[in-house]
Nanobody
């Protein structure tokens, strides 16, 4: 069974940090580009960051550049999102997503599988 399970969310004050993890099973992670996507209440999904199969290429949406870092450990079947300097507008359900061929910056939401997500709340 193909599965990804996210963890690491929580409640944090503005300016704080969190690290999210996404553990994959049922497929060979190293053969897929992966990304993190978030969805705030009442809004549509927003792509956040993506990483190539080997981890050598990363992409970020403008609002998180310089604050978030995506990485992966294919030996551990895990993708990470390190989030620093968190803002209230970062509050959302964060989930990781898999791409059927390769990640396309022009179409960042064209993934074929996603997890259930982990909630991040930034509030004082």
């Amino acid at each position: 069974e193909v599965q990804v399970v996210e963890s690491g969310g929580g409640v944090v004050q503005p300016g704080g940090s969190l690290t999210l993890s996404c553990v994959a099973s049922g497929f060979t992670l190293i053969t897929y580009d992966m990304s993190w996507v978030r969805q705030a209440p009442g809004k549509g999904p927003e792509w956040v960051a993506a990483i190539s199969t080997g981890g050598g290429t990363t992409y970020y949406t403008d609002s998180v550049k310089g604050r978030f870092t995506i990485s992966r450990d294919n030996d551990k079947n895990t993708v990470y999102l390190q989030m620093n300097l968190l803002k209230p507008e970062d509050t959302a359900l964060y989930y990781c997503a898999r791409y059927p061929t390769y990640f396309k910056l022009a179409h960042p939401l064209e993934y074929d599988f996603r997890g259930q997500g982990t909630q991040v709340t930034v509030s004082s």
